[in-house]
């Protein structure tokens, strides 16, 4: 540990957790919305608790940002600062570990879920695709696998690294086995007739979460559009150039982490300012996380699941053709 880490209880908090917090303060104040921040403590708190930390550490890390808080936010904002860390204080007093497992194994879907989960863990990538490629050959939508099953493995594997039961590396290489095996879903798939439509789905900002977008390209596909997955941690530079060098009717948009609304934000302000700019739906955890965020942002809509995408997609692409 550095000097200034045993000096300094924010840069003192493992795993760059004090650097999300300093993050999501400024986003929260940036986005207008006071639980961003909030909702980051809570993770941390967490996390801190699974990685045998005092509960006191967070505490004196907010209590830092508070009594310095200029270090972490420009002098104009430094009132709304302090007023969103003093109340997060004051509610992480009492600490709340956020432990509710992501899949409920009562349901078929669920079970579905545990079994491939534990098979990828197990490192089992060809075993653990074979439950999914069952449940379609059974009956199941691939666009239901997507959300039933794979969302739920998604979500619980990042529950397992808060609580310090597997690596981030670990989490990758699950991350990178269940983008093969949608792969091989999408492979079963029988080429279709495409509708005049196109969709481009993308990740923004520093996002790492890229699957959300990649379900939601697949899903638009499966319903006859023609989907470009563009993929994650796209510049916004490169997404502007994108959408005037290909015209695309809809701009899908997914933010899994707070941090990474913002970057959103910004390219639908720089898009606005066009002659001509696609439709712009949001969604990801971080959407949903807060309702009335994509509003926010100026998204055309918001939805929580690929179907949901498709669904108001054509709804709005539909209404601006009246």
Not at 208 to 216: P, S
Not at 290 to 318: F, I, R
Request: charged share 20%; with cysteine; aromatic share 4%.
């Amino acid at each position: 540990m550095s000097a200034r880490s045993a000096s300094d209880p924010v840069a003192a908090l493992p795993y760059s957790i004090g650097t999300e917090l300093a993050a999501a303060l400024r986003d929260a104040l940036e986005l207008g919305v006071p639980r961003v921040f909030f909702d980051a403590a809570t993770w941390a708190q967490t996390s801190l608790v699974f990685r045998n930390a005092k509960p006191t550490a967070l505490l004196r890390a907010i209590d830092a940002m508070h009594a310095h808080v200029e270090a972490y936010v420009p002098i104009r904002q430094a009132a709304k600062a302090r007023a969103v860390l003093a109340a997060t204080h004051g509610e992480l007093a009492v600490v709340r570990l956020a432990d509710a497992s992501s899949i409920d194994e009562s349901s078929e879907s669920g079970a579905i879920a545990r079994r491939f989960l534990d098979e990828l863990l197990d490192g089992n990538e060809e075993r653990a695709a074979r439950e999914l490629l069952l449940a379609v050959a059974n009956g199941t939508k691939i666009t239901d696998v997507y959300e039933t099953v794979i969302t739920p493995v998604l979500h619980e594997v990042g529950r397992l690294w808060q609580r310090n039961e597997i690596s981030v590396s670990r989490e990758h290489a699950i991350t990178a086995s269940v983008e093969r095996v949608m792969s091989q879903l999408m492979d079963l798939t029988l080429a279709r007739a495409h509708r005049d439509l196109s969709v481009a789905t993308a990740s923004l900002g520093s996002a790492q979460h890229q699957v959300g977008a990649r379900m939601v390209a697949d899903a638009f596909s499966l319903c006859g559009w023609h989907a470009t997955y563009l993929g994650a941690s796209v510049p916004i530079e490169d997404l502007l150039g994108y959408v005037d060098d290909v015209s695309v009717d809809v701009l899908a948009l997914s933010a899994t982490l707070p941090r990474d609304v913002v970057p959103i934000r910004d390219a639908i302000r720089a898009m606005n300012e066009r002659a001509v700019a696609p439709i712009v739906i949001v969604g990801g955890r971080a959407f949903s996380a807060h309702p009335t965020l994509w509003k926010t942002v100026g998204a055309d809509g918001c939805a929580s699941t690929p179907l949901m995408a498709v669904a108001l997609a054509n709804e709005l692409v539909t209404h601006c053709d009246v």
